[in-house]
Structures are given as structure tokens and as C-alpha cells.
């Protein structure tokens, strides 16, 4: 009561009014479905899932043409089915944050992800194998099958998951309430329990994406009309842009739009592979159908 000389603290869910006479509940925040910014999230992140499931279907009907076979038919199956998973994966951070949600959203993040950057490696290494596997007296020839692809993807994607085992086992992710980071408000996240775990997961994705950008890079002059390692380059470079904008934005973020700050670096990052890596060959399946031959390619066709 108002000029009373015995007062008592508010429960931690509680605030008190203005007046300090009463003790108000604290508003419960998190990135919800029902609003704006969590439905506009939302909606793109379905809409652009379906984008690469187009394009794989494209490729599936024009898989016999030269500039679908040439750059790894299956790998780039793969990838755009990956790609897809990554835009969906988005939808796990918004909503209430339950404890399977916790639980289960940071792994299936970290392991669609990096399914699709070890595609995107292994499609580098393929191209590069390809290029010194051609001098006569090279030892790359018994890699330039499609083993060496599953061999790296089967390894890379089987140390991320050991990670999230690991992490999962020992100190994994639980629904929290942090109640002192704004004032009247209880955010309600997700706790990643070990940070190390974390951060493990995201500097992993970073290492393989950085090894896939160098190779890419140091390839992108082989002799070629049209060669991948370029585009590579390129989309590997905008994606490890994304993720070293995220870490400030992230460490600085409160409440639900640390969520809404991850989602956005999914979805940039995601949209970066698409973008870089399959819209010119689509541009060419769909508009320049006569640069898709393989003279064109080998650089034959500017003769």
C-alpha cells in the first residue's frame, strides 16, 4: 500500500506498478507465430523451401544436358534437398520454446547445415580432383570417382553428429526464463546449455564452409567456360559473411530477436547458396539453351 512502512519484494515474475502499490505480472516474451515479425519469418521461410525443391525438379528434367551432368548431377541433387531442409529448419525457432523444441532445433540446425556445406566441399574437391586427375601421370585418378563425394560427406556430417551427441548427452539444451535482461518482461528461450557445445557446432560449420572457400577460390582459374569452382567461391563468401556478421548480432540481441537474428542468418546464408551456386546454371537451362552443350563448356563453342 501507498506510504506503508513495511513493503515486500515483488516474485521474480512479478513487477510492480507505477505507484508501487501492487504487483503486476511480468509480460511472457518469445518470437511467436502470431505475430509480424514471427509470421512474416515464417511464411518465408516455407516459401523458400520450395525454391530449391523447384530447381531440383528442373535439373531432374533436364538431368541429361550438359550443364546438369558436368558440375555432379547427384551432388547437386543433394545439395538442393539440403538447401531446402536448411530454409525449414528456420521454423524451429519460432514458437514457444518446449523442451523437445530445445532439444531438437540447434542439432537438426547444425547437421542440415552441415550436410549442406559438405556438399558444397565436396563438389569442390571434385572439381579441383577433376582438373589434375587429366595430366598422365597424375595419382588423383583412382579419386575421381563418386566415392571420394561420399567419403567426405559420410565423414564430415559423422564428426558434426558426434558433436551434437556429445552435447546432447552431457549438458544439452532446456526451456529457460530469464527475467532480468528488460525490465517487466519474461523471456522465454531456449538455454543452450554448453555454450563450448555450441559454439563447437557453428566453428565446425565454419571451418568446413572456410576449406570449401579456399579450395574453390585457389580453382577458380582452372580452364574451364564454365567453371563451378568459381560460383563456389562466390557462395562460399557470401555465406561465411552471413555467419561472421551473426556472431556480433547475436552476443548483442535480447529476447526474441536473438531468434529472430538467427533465422535471418539461416535464411541469408541458405538464399546465398542458392543464388551462387544454381541460378546461372538455370539461367542457362532456361534462357541460353544453346550455350548448354559441351563445346560450350570445355570452351570449345567460342571457336
Known amino acids: 500500500m501507498l506510504d506503508s512502512i513495511d513493503c515486500f519484494q515483488c516474485p521474480l515474475d512479478q513487477w510492480p506498478n507505477i ?5 503486476l ?4 516474451e518469445f518470437l511467436s507465430f502470431e505475430e509480424p515479425l514471427g509470421a512474416t519469418l515464417a511464411a518465408t521461410s516455407i516459401t523458400s523451401s ?5 530447381l531440383l525438379g528442373l535439373f531432374i528434367h533436364y538431368k541429361t544436358t550438359p550443364i546438369v551432368r558436368a558440375n555432379n548431377y547427384f551432388l547437386s541433387c543433394l545439395l538442393l534437398l539440403s538447401i531446402s531442409f536448411c530454409f ?5 525457432f519460432i514458437g514457444y520454446p518446449y523442451p523437445e523444441k530445445c532439444l531438437l532445433r540447434q542439432v537438426a540446425f547444425g547437421l542440415v547445415f552441415c550436410l549442406c556445406v559438405l556438399c558444397v566441399l565436396a563438389k569442390t574437391i571434385t572439381v579441383v580432383i577433376a582438373f589434375k586427375a587429366t595430366k598422365p601421370d597424375s595419382s588423383l585418378r583412382k579419386w575421381t570417382g563418386a566415392k571420394t ?4 560427406i559420410g565423414l564430415g556430417v ?3 553428429l558426434c558433436i551434437c551427441v556429445m552435447w546432447l548427452s552431457l549438458s544439452p539444451p532446456f526451456p529457460d526464463h530469464d527475467m532480468f535482461s528488460l525490465p517487466g518482461v519474461i523471456i522465454a528461450h531456449c538455454n543452450e546449455g554448453s555454450k563450448t557445445a555450441f559454439w563447437c557446432m557453428l566453428g565446425y560449420l565454419g571451418f568446413m564452409a572456410t576449406i570449401s572457400f579456399i579450395l574453390a577460390f585457389l580453382a577458380r582459374r582452372l580452364p574451364d ?11 562460399m563468401l557470401a555465406f561465411l559473411s552471413v555467419w561472421v556478421s551473426f556472431i556480433p548480432a547475436y552476443l548483442s540481441a535480447k529476447g526474441k ?47
Request: charged fraction near 15%; include cysteine.
Open 19 to 23: 505507484l508501487q502499490s501492487q504487483c
Open 25 to 28: 505480472p511480468k509480460a511472457m
Open 50 to 54: 520450395t525454391i530449391p525443391v523447384a
Open 88 to 92: 525449414l529448419c528456420a521454423l524451429a
Open 149 to 152: 563425394s561420399y567419403f567426405v
Open 158 to 160: 559423422l564428426i558434426q
Open 225 to 235: 567456360s564454365f567453371n563451378e569452382a568459381k560460383l563456389i567461391t562466390f557462395s
Open 257 to 303: 530477436y536473438t531468434s529472430a537474428m538467427e533465422i535471418f542468418a539461416i535464411l541469408s546464408s541458405s538464399w546465398s547458396l542458392v543464388i551462387c551456386i544454381f541460378m546461372p546454371k538455370v539461367f542457362i537451362i532456361l534462357f541460353r539453351p544453346e550455350l548448354n552443350t559441351k563445346d560450350n563448356l570445355m570452351g570449345k563453342g567460342k571457336k
